[in-house]
């Protein structure tokens, strides 16, 4: 399995950014592909996460803000990110587990190498 983040940058408060996770190798039948991201010195926070069937969920810190989405052959997952506050700076990891979406990173088997989102 392969998770390959892009889109990340630096961008000023009020604006907008689109991640994006490509990935391959994943043949679960239920699945959920999440998006956490981690500032320096904090552990990893739970973003947002889809479904196999498209279900969104997000945290409260961003939702109205993002909008996660997935390709129609199942093999990205975007992050489109508006609005952007200074705290939402961090490193933006592209996560995927069997089953149902959680908020807990300990149960995300797979994970991309991360993208660095500044906002100031």
């Known amino acids: 399995v392969q998770l390959v983040e892009s889109g990340g940058g630096s961008v000023q408060a009020g604006g907008s950014l689109t991640l994006s996770c490509a990935y391959s190798?994943?043949?679960?039948?239920?699945?959920?592909m999440g998006w956490f991201r981690q500032a320096p010195g904090k552990g990893p926070e739970w973003v947002s996460g889809i479904s196999r069937r498209s279900t969104e969920n997000y945290s409260d810190s961003v939702k109205g803000r993002f909008t996660i989405s997935q390709d129609m052959t199942k093999t990205t997952v975007k992050l489109q990110m508006s609005d952007l506050k200074p705290e939402d700076t961090a490193t933006y990891y592209c996560?995927?587990?069997?089953?149902?979406?959680?908020?807990?990173?300990?149960?995300?088997?797979?994970w991309g190498q991360g993208t660095q989102v500044t906002v100031s």
């Open positions: 190798g994943y043949t679960y039948r239920s699945y959920c």
């Open positions: 996560a995927a587990k069997s089953g149902a979406c959680v908020m807990s990173a300990t149960f995300y088997g797979f």
